[in-house]
């Protein structure tokens, strides 16, 4: 794991805390030195405040998320729309308020880690065939997506978002049900992680992602995967 954060004190208490939970722990104090770390070894989760010095965490995030798929949990001082949207439009995979608890930190790390893990097929069971939906496929046993035959670089949350949708196409799913089959939280989600992420996926997959026809809007309601 590796954490991004300039507050000494943060930094020392979670990598001391998470240490205890089991993790390997790798700290650094800034943006630059983190994408530098990264560059050398390999990390299973990044912990990244967004109030750095120098590149700041939105920055960060996006060129982590340009880069691959590794899961990303922010670290944000106030639970402000502005920060929490951004944050996640950047590639973001959840968030944490500080003062961040341990233990709630603990429990959003294990919960990325579960869904950027692939779902290994029971033994002795079929290959599904591709789905074709339009232009687009989608491989569920190989966790492929293609679009006009050219393979689609998807985040782990983006993936498991589509693959929930498309396995019901013309289905209406609440905010709440994603968060719960998705994120795997319960009430207390925030359904801004799904919002954004409906916004991401939209600009991979849709030719026009202001005219989506694959990831459709029923306002009031949810989202529902077409084509229907």
Not at 55 to 78: K, N, Q, Y
């Amino acid at each position: 794991m590796l954490l991004i954060e300039d507050d000494q004190a943060v930094r020392e208490g979670l990598q001391i805390a998470l240490t205890y939970q089991g993790h390997t722990v790798d700290a650094v104090d800034s943006g630059e030195q983190g994408l530098a770390r990264l560059a050398g070894d390999a990390a299973d989760v990044v912990v990244l405040d967004l109030m750095l010095p120098g590149m700041d965490g939105f920055e960060v995030c996006r060129r982590i998320r340009a880069s691959g798929d590794l899961p990303i949990i922010m670290l944000t001082a106030r639970n402000d729309d502005i920060d929490v949207v951004a944050g996640l439009e950047a590639g973001a995979d959840d968030y944490v308020v500080k003062p961040a608890q341990a233990r709630v930190l603990e429990a959003r790390i294990r919960a990325v880690l579960r869904r950027s893990a692939a779902e290994p097929r029971q033994a002795g069971a079929a290959k599904p065939e591709p789905e074709r939906h339009g232009d687009l496929i989608i491989d569920r046993d190989g966790l492929v997506v293609r679009k006009h035959g050219q393979p689609i670089a998807l985040a782990p949350t983006e993936l498991r978002l589509l693959l929930e949708l498309s396995a019901s196409p013309g289905r209406v799913f609440s905010r709440q049900q994603l968060l719960e089959s998705v994120w795997d939280q319960g009430y207390l989600g925030d359904s801004r992680l799904v919002d954004a992420c409906v916004q991401r996926l939209r600009s991979k997959i849709e030719d026009d992602p202001a005219a989506p026809v694959y990831v459709q809007t029923l306002r009031g309601f949810g989202y529902r995967f077409g084509p229907l």
